[in-house]
Every structure is written in C-alpha cells, then in structure tokens.
C-alpha cells in the first residue's frame, strides 16, 4: 500500500506569516503533487514536482512556492499566508506511466 | 468552460437503488480517476481507466476517450457508500479534478 505522509495535520496561521507544509512519500515515486479543496471547486493543483529538484507551477501556483529537496519529500511553502489561503491541503504521489495518484490525509489549514 | 464538469453536484438514494455519475471532459483526456472521500476527509481510489469499463463489486466505470466522458454507477448502494465522489482527468502531465458529487444514502 502507498503511504504518503503529511504534516502538520492541523495548523492556524496569522495572515502575513510563514506557512510550511510538509510531504513525505514511502513509494519511490517520481512525480508528486499539491493541492488544495475547497467548497464548490473540488481539488485545485497547486504545484508539481517530476522528481528531485523538480517544481513546476499548476493551475493556482499565486502565493504558493514549492520545494522538492530528494525523492521522498515535497514542500509547499507560503511566504505571507492570507486568509484566502484556509483551505485543505492534500500532497499526492504517483509514478509516470502509471496513472494512478496516491494521497496523504489532508492537512487542514486556517489563516487568521 | 471548465476543464472537467461533474454531475449532479448532489445525490440521495434509497437503500438498495443505484444511480450513475457522470464527468465530462472539454478536451480529449489519455485516462480518468474516481475517488470517493470519506467522512474523514480521505480521498480512496476507486478506479483509473485508460478506456472501457471497469467493475468492482457494486461499482461499475466507464471511460469513453473519443466522446470525452466517464461514468461511475453505484448499484444496491449501502450507507457506506455516502460520501463525496471525484473524478479526475489525466491530461498527461497532470490530474484535474471534478467538483464532485455528494451523495447520502438513507435508509
């Protein structure tokens, strides 16, 4: 079974301060993914990595930069949080080829 | 208009009907995926199709590559079934998402 990690599950930010979210993958998978859910547009990709050193923007890279420092780790990373960014945040793994995503548990995160 | 439109946004069932979702697909798509999140919030595969039809236990899928849809069908649907469903198109480089349909199976 793919196991992909997030951390915290849980975070309040103050708006203008510096959010780190963090992914762990247990896979050996190449390509890994951020994105975010919200009411009415269901999951938005963010930013997406094709392996180490790798980050490419998604459809709503604004406000959001990304880091993939080895194979097993991918960060999403917000320079001055605001509170349009509350949202959900799900990291996902996959393997070129193969299609199929597997995602973290979803880290819950709301911007005062 | 919007890459991947999902259908009916909401859903309730009877114990024991069925009822079909649809994702339709403004561009031609290499394959899709269906998850169902679950009350925690957990997003499960279902399936990936790269075309035709899938089948596990009450679910079934469809993925029509040239006409641009894909349908999930839920027969004998359980209270465990309820929760929001997904589909995603996979573009190549990336997956899209649907908004999703929430579904509630009653009793």
């Known amino acids: 079974e793919a196991a992909v990690t997030q951390s915290p599950r849980n975070k309040v930010a103050v708006t203008g301060g510096k959010v780190t979210l963090s992914c762990n993958q247990t896979?050996?998978?190449?390509?890994m993914y951020w994105y975010r859910q919200d009411t009415g547009h269901g999951l938005r990709l963010i930013h997406y990595s094709y392996g180490a050193g790798s980050t490419e923007k998604g459809d709503i890279p604004d406000g959001y930069k990304a880091s993939r420092p080895s194979q097993e780790n991918f960060s999403l990373i917000l320079e001055l949080a605001t509170p349009s960014q509350t949202s959900v945040y799900f990291c996902a793994s996959g393997e070129t080829g193969q299609n199929t995503l597997y995602f973290g548990a979803g880290t819950r995160l709301s911007v005062l | 208009g919007m890459p991947v439109e999902q259908n009916p946004p909401a859903l309730s069932l009877y114990e024991g009907a069925e009822s079909g979702l649809r994702c339709n697909f403004s561009t031609t798509m290499k394959g899709v995926q269906w998850f169902q999140q679950n009350h925690r919030g957990r997003l499960i595969t279902l399936f990936y199709?790269?075309?035709g039809t899938k089948e596990n236990g009450r679910l079934k899928s469809t993925f029509n590559s040239k006409e641009r849809y894909s349908t999930l069908h839920i027969k004998d649907a359980q209270l465990e079934d309820s929760g929001t469903y997904f589909c995603?198109?996979?573009?190549?480089?990336?997956?899209?998402f649907g908004t999703g349909t929430k579904l509630q199976v009653v009793p």
């Open positions: 896979n050996n998978h190449n390509n």
């Open positions: 199709l790269a075309q």
């Open positions: 995603a198109s996979n573009s190549g480089t990336y997956q899209r």
